[in-house]
């Protein structure tokens, strides 16, 4: 994951803490993005991430790989359902 933040920060000379803040910005589900800059470079740097536009594939891509795995019970009852209450399961 952090190889491919650098590439995309390479890539738009930016930095990864500016390419993680933007991908955080275009989640609509996010309000809002607390950053803990305690010099003024780390500041003008995060605020850099407001100019920075990921692409939808690059945001789909981030988002995947940052996926969580299916909460229990929905892991187990996967497992566990035959195949036939399984289909009578689906909408």
Do not use: C
């Not at 990864?16 to 003008?44: D, F, R």
């Not at 988002?63 to 909408?91: E, N």
Request: net charge negative; hydrophobic share 45%; charged share 20%.
């Amino acid at each position: 994951m952090l190889e491919r933040l650098r590439e995309m920060a390479k890539s738009r000379n930016a930095s990864v803490a500016q390419i993680a803040i933007a991908w955080l910005l275009a989640k609509p589900a996010v309000s809002s993005v607390i950053i803990g800059a305690s010099k003024t470079q780390q500041l003008e740097d995060n605020v850099g991430a407001m100019n920075i536009d990921l692409s939808p594939e690059e945001l789909a891509e981030l988002d995947s790989r940052t996926a969580t795995a299916i909460p229990y019970p929905g892991w187990f009852s996967a497992r566990t359902v035959d195949a036939v209450h399984k289909a009578a399961l689906q909408p």
